[in-house]
């Protein structure tokens, strides 16, 4: 990399702050598509969040000409079949929002018990040079289960109703520096983030 510059290929403003806090440390500055002009339109249609995340981060790096790093991510419940997975966002339809999405995933869960709400979030993300090459990827997931009921107002999607067992909390109960360190996300960001630094330095990361 000539500069310490990548662009998030994402609107997703909570994700932008949440990767941008992560970056930080590194002096690698995120920018985000709400900086860029004349943002095209990626059609996410992959059957696989690995294949859209792929998809947005080569044509984002080959429209600006710039690297990029670009994930895709979800729920996966396994009472459901693993939906809503890479329907994640627009799960409740065109008019989707976080409140319709919690709203329908726990109509879909009436009269599931405790024990067989498991679900787990995937975090897939992809860097490409600026010519479109995908240089780096990786996948990474937190388990949980999913609540009767929202807790908490951290966070954002579908946190206020995951739970992570092992805190007995939900994503919106847990503080934000306790979810950048668990959380599937952050756990693809740390690898992200190795690989990054990696390719400044001039290096195939592993």
């Known amino acids: 990399m000539s500069n310490r510059i990548i ?3 994402s609107g997703n ?3 932008g702050i949440e990767i941008g806090r992560l970056l930080e440390p ?8 709400a900086e860029m002009p004349a943002v095209p339109e990626v059609v996410e249609d992959g059957t696989t969040f690995a294949e859209n995340a792929a998809k947005k981060v080569t044509e984002y790096a080959r429209h600006f000409k710039m690297w990029t790093v670009a994930e895709d ?17 627009r799960f409740s339809g065109e008019e989707h929002s976080d409140e319709k999405n919690n709203d329908l995933l726990l109509e879909k869960l009436q009269g599931v018990p405790l024990e067989k709400r498991t679900a787990h ?3 897939s993300m992809a860097v490409a040079d600026p010519q479109g090459e995908i240089r780096f990827t990786c996948e990474e997931y937190c388990c949980g289960r999913i609540l009767f009921e929202r807790h908490g107002r951290n966070g954002f999607g579908y946190d206020p109703l ?10 919106g109960d847990l503080s ?14 740390r690898r992200f983030i190795s690989a990054a630094q990696k390719l400044f330095d001039g290096t195939v990361p592993e």
């Open 7 to 9: 662009l998030l290929g």
């Open 162 to 171: 995951f739970e992570v067992v092992e805190y007995h909390r939900s994503f």
């Open 121 to 123: 979030y995937t975090c």
């Open 26 to 33: 590194t002096g690698i500055r995120l920018v985000t598509l």
């Open 73 to 89: 991510s979800g729920l996966s419940v396994d009472a459901l079949g693993g939906a809503p997975g890479i329907y994640s966002s």
């Open 13 to 15: 403003r909570n994700k």
């Open 176 to 189: 934000p520096l306790l979810k950048s360190v668990i959380s599937h996300r952050a756990r693809a960001i």
